[in-house]
Each structure stands twice: as structure tokens, then as C-alpha cells.
């Protein structure tokens, strides 16, 4: 499968400021790429774009060649986000939160180092980095084609990180998903992706 | 240097192993004990109100039986609230014209609050012109000053129980709307509902997995906290003579015919069915206000 943007451009407000002007990308089901750049220069929003969250000013998001809007129900582009505490509803114990996946493989939660006893709490009983974890959980599910990883490890120790970034190579080289991985640690995108493309600023 | 030194001792004194102890215990005694009260509260407000209701039921006949053999009695042991020039019982009338008022106020505020809780929800997801219009409604209602359009609802819709009850509903559910919308348009924002959606959900679903048990708190406490303010609007326009006919022992009533006989020393003819009065919009207040800090999440911890 490819995803693909063409000539994409983007702001929030009519007459705001042009966050994305004339953005192409390609990406392969079997490839990393990486996309490193310093703040504020559109990551997130292109994350955003790329999951269907944002409708594009001018341009389009094809993903087999066919309108990224024209697939209903399940997104097969998903998101991991920054922010897993905003991610999840501090109302919903962690179990539900992963009932929302689309059948999630139980061997997942043991790769992913989620203990059986996290599932009955809450999320305000979590850290961010055991919440991040139900969050890449949540995002892998059956029908999910391509992963948009939004400095998911940002907020994690240095041997998570490593444990976390090696599950997802191999999760993702297994079942044949795509990966695209935003992060402005241009260390980190180089060592974990097959392919890195930088983002100028206009 | 001097502070350096004292600094580690001062430090070893608070975490002495007994001085811990003890707070922990009286940690652990004090979360009991509001948890405790709070529901001790619950149970005698609800209490309370509960018995003026049944009590009301009961009363009907002997609030209206008149003997002017006992006229003008001072609270004694067999009419603990006295009597007034009729000779009827202001105990009985008392109880009687609460519980008018206590159901005016459940229905009124139910009325009220579930008339909020559509307009919020309509304001928040049908697009950008309901948006508006709900929005200048609540501006309208909220402009006019509560008690003018109250006596105009209520003398426009032929007075009595029905002109009460619509006149306190139509006049209190502006801030709960403006509430539950502002809280519906917060959550549609919120990244775990767009996730949810990407993830095949479907808007019923989310409706009811995510939004409800947001709503579903703010929307008990916001309709108890409507009762206190639908009984003081009811009694007020039935002594300013808008509001229940005069053959009725409303509170309202009772407090403006009490207004002629203050003069003459008859002080219990209005002090008893005042404080009543008050004691109960205390309860459903206290009530709403527990119930509040027992559902609000951000209190769980404390």
C-alpha cells in the first residue's frame, strides 16, 4: 500500500498563518520514513492531515490511489499522539480503552510490557509512559495499514524507548504496515527509519 | 553556613517515624470522616424533605379546618407553630404549603432542567445558525430580569399551579444550557472522541460511551441545584399575589397574610413557616452541593 500526499497546504484559520505550502510525500507499506524538524514547523498538523483529523486547504491525501476520505469506519492510517494522557478518557478503565481497538492481538500487550493488573485502572492511575504503551496498543489493530508515530517517546527513559522503538520495527516489518515517525531528535529518526525527509521552513 | 547546618536536623524532626504515623492516622481518620459527613448530610436533608412531602399528604384536611375557638394562639404544645386569627393550625398549613412547593420545585426544575439539556446539546452539534439562535435565546431570557418575566410567564399562562410551574421553567434553564454546551462543545474537541471516531466508532457510540458519563454529573447536580431557586421564585410570586390562588396554604400565601398581623405582636404567624421555608431550600442546597463534590472527579482524591 501507498500513502500519498500531493502539492499539500494547510492553516488552521482563513488568512492564518501558512503552516504547510506545497507538501509532496511518499510512503511505501514497507518502509520507515522519517520526517525531522525543529518546532513549530508543521509536524503534528502533517500527522493530522495524514490521519484524516484535518481536511487539507488545497491539495490531497491518496492511500492506494484512492481519496484517504473515501474510506469509512476504521482509518487504516492511525495516530499515535504526544500527549497519551489526552488520548485516552480519564473516565474509561484502561480495558475499555483498548476494547475501541480493532481486535487487538493479545501478544501485543506482552511485547508492549502491559501488565494484566494496568488493565482495571484508570488512566490517571498510569504514567504517561505505561499510558503511551496502551496507546501504540490501541493504534496496531487489525485493519491499520499505515502508523503515524508523533514523538510518541518523548516522555520515556532511554531503555523504554529502545524496548518500545524495537517492538515497533519488528510489529511493523512482520505485518507489513508502514510507519511514518515524526520526531525533531534527528538521532533517533536516522537510527529507526529506512528513509528520512526533512521539512523546510517556508 | 549557619542554615546549612540546622537544615538536616530540622528535616530528621518532622520525619520522625512517630510524627508520621500520627499523620497518616489523621490523614486516613479525616477522609473518613468527610466521605461520613457527606452522606449523613445526604440522608437527613433527603430525610427531611422526604417527611414534609408525606407530611403534606396528610395535612391536607387539617390545614384547612377552621375553629374559632382556638384563634390567635401563641405556639404552645398542641399547635407548636400556633394558630392564627381563623383559629386554623399553622403547623399543618405549613407543612401543607411546603409540600406544594416542594413538588412545584421538582417539577419545575425538571421541566427547566431537561429544557437546558436539548437547547445545550442542539446548541453544541447542530451547526453554526442553531448555534446562534439557541445562544441569543439564552442572552434574551438571561437579559430581562428574572422576577419581571416570571410574573409575565406566569399571569400569561392563567396563574395557579400550571402558570407557576411553566413561569419558574422557562426562566431558569438559560445557565445549565449555556453549561452543558459549553462542556459538549469542549469534549468534541478532545482527542480521545476524534481517536474514537477514527477508529470506526459510530456518533451513538460515542455518544453514549464518552459524552453521558461527562454530562451525566453536571446535568443531577446542576437540576438539585435548580429546586432551592424554583421554591424561593415560587413563594415569592405567590406573595407578591402573581403566583397560587389565595384559597391554597401556599408559603407564599401564608407569609403575605402574615404581613397584616405582624403589626399587632402575631410574630409566629410568619417567623415558623419562614424559617421553614428556609431550612428547606438549606437541604436541597446542601443536597446538590454533596452530591457535587461527590461526583466531581477532581474531588475523588481529597
Known sequence: ?202 | MKEAATFPEKRLDVYTEKNFAENEEGYRKKKWNRRKTIIVLLIVAIGFLAAVCIGGFFCKEAAQVTDFSRKNLPPCLSYPFGTDWLGRDMFARTVRGLSISIIIGVCAATFSAVMAFILGVVSATMGKTADAVVTWFIDLVMGIPHMLLLILICVACGRGLKGVILGVALTHWTSLARLIRGEVLQLKEQIYIKTAKKLGKSNLYIAMKHMVPHLLPQFIVGLVLLFPHAILHESSITFLGFGLSNEQPAIGIILSEAMKYLVTGKWWLALFPGIMLILTVVCFFTTGENLRMLLDPASVHE
Open chain 1, 1 to 202: 500500500m501507498i500513502l500519498e500526499t500531493r502539492n499539500l497546504s494547510f492553516r488552521y484559520e482563513n488568512k492564518g498563518r501558512q503552516i504547510l505550502e506545497q507538501f509532496s510525500l511518499q510512503a511505501d507499506s514497507n518502509e520507515r520514513v522519517g520526517i525531522a524538524a525543529p518546532s513549530g514547523f508543521g509536524k503534528t498538523t502533517l500527522c493530522k492531515l495524514l490521519a484524516g483529523y484535518e481536511q487539507p486547504e488545497t491539495g490531497e491525501i491518496l492511500l492506494d490511489g484512492k481519496p484517504l476520505q473515501s474510506y469509512k469506519g476504521y482509518c487504516p492510517v492511525q495516530m499515535i499522539w504526544q500527549h497519551p494522557e489526552q488520548a485516552v478518557n480519564p473516565r474509561l478503565r484502561m480495558k475499555s480503552v483498548l476494547e475501541e481497538g480493532d481486535q487487538i492481538d493479545p501478544k501485543l500487550m506482552e511485547k508492549l510490557g502491559i501488565e494484566p493488573d494496568w488493565l482495571n485502572r484508570f488512566p490517571t492511575e498510569l504514567s504517561g509512559g505505561e499510558l503511551q504503551r496502551f496507546c501504540i496498543a490501541r493504534a496496531l489493530g487489525k485493519r491499520t495499514r499505515f502508523l503515524l508515530a508523533d514523538e510518541i517517546s518523548t516522555m520515556l527513559d532511554l531503555i523504554t524507548q529502545s524496548q518500545i522503538w524495537h517492538f515497533l520495527i519488528e510489529e511493523t516489518q512482520k505485518r507489513g504496515i508502514g510507519m511514518i515517525v515524526v520526531s525533531h531528535d534527528a538521532e533517533l529518526v536516522e537510527r529507526v527509519c529506512t528513509r528520512v525527509v526533512r521539512m523546510n521552513k517556508q
